[in-house]
């Protein structure tokens, strides 16, 4: 880090993260290597590439969930050791607890930080409120709509008030309609707290949508960065209306380039493993 400069939020520098195989243990695959990945404090910054890469295992290791085989994690400019308590996550399979509430779900994390039950309660509904289930409080999950739950999932994440924010292709069960709802609800709720974000996605047009800057991943093994866009459009967003700009349509031809070759060969390595 160049002195003078403030510390990124999230810094992952020449990571590899290395499995030994369950079915033979002699055998060792190499998920991610030569990782360098910055997210600044108040950027949003995504990641793309095929299926497989390892964009999931690079999210657990900023988590704290994995430890990186080689390299190093910092976070605003500490190492990371351990969970990362800075940061929360969002998987993109749902996290609501069956026999909670939306309201219960929501302030679990509270109560478990030792939050009085009352101010728990209040800061709960606060969120709800402001991803738009204050009616819905008292609902169950079964009892909630698919995007109604990730609203409630990211109540969830957002009451802790975390200064990095995780996502794991959140949105990605969703119909196109509500799925744009959520995105724009992203970038306001992301708009007002300029949290940092690291937000994993299959689509390209979310990425350059929402983000900051677009990473895009090479098909692994050894996964790795192969290209870095800035994504210079000017923000507040609209995740349908930005679509239509041109400089949107110059960026999707420029990354579209660069990641055709490696979906590509994603695909055909899937096919050897399903032959």
């Not at 949105?171 to 949290?195: C, G, H, P, Y």
């Amino acid at each position: 880090m160049t002195s003078g400069l403030p510390a990124a939020a999230l810094d992952l520098r020449d990571v590899a993260c290395t499995f030994v195989s369950k079915d033979d243990p002699g055998q060792r695959y190499t998920a991610v290597r030569d990782v360098t990945l910055t997210v600044g404090a108040g950027e949003f910054v995504s990641v793309v590439g095929p299926t497989g890469c390892g964009k999931s295992t690079l999210l657990n290791v900023g988590a704290g969930l994995l430890e990186p085989s080689v390299g190093s994690v910092t976070v605003f400019g500490q190492p990371l050791s351990g969970i990362n308590t800075r940061a929360g996550y969002m998987f993109q399979a749902d996290s609501l607890m069956p026999w909670r509430t939306a309201l219960g779900n929501v302030m679990a994390g509270l109560e478990f930080r030792g939050v009085p039950l009352a101010d728990a309660r209040e800061q709960a509904n606060a969120w709800l409120r402001r991803v738009g289930l204050g009616a819905f409080g008292d609902r169950y999950p079964h009892q909630l709509s698919g995007g109604m739950r990730k609203r409630a999932n990211l109540a969830q994440t957002l009451v802790l008030d975390p200064d990095i924010i995780l996502m794991d292709e959140p949105f990605s069960a969703l119909d196109i309609q509500t799925r744009q709802l959520m995105e724009n609800e992203v970038l306001e709720l992301w708009q007002s707290k300029k949290k940092a974000v690291l937000f994993i996605t299959h689509d390209l047009d979310e990425a350059i949508a929402m983000s900051d800057r677009v990473v895009v991943l090479s098909a692994g093994p050894a996964s790795h960065p192969i290209g870095e866009f800035h994504v210079n459009i000017a923000r507040p967003r609209d995740v349908a209306e930005v679509k239509m700009t041109p400089r949107f349509v110059e960026l999707h031809a420029a990354i579209w380039a660069v990641l055709r070759e490696e979906v590509l060969k994603g695909y055909q390595q899937q096919l050897k493993k399903a032959a």
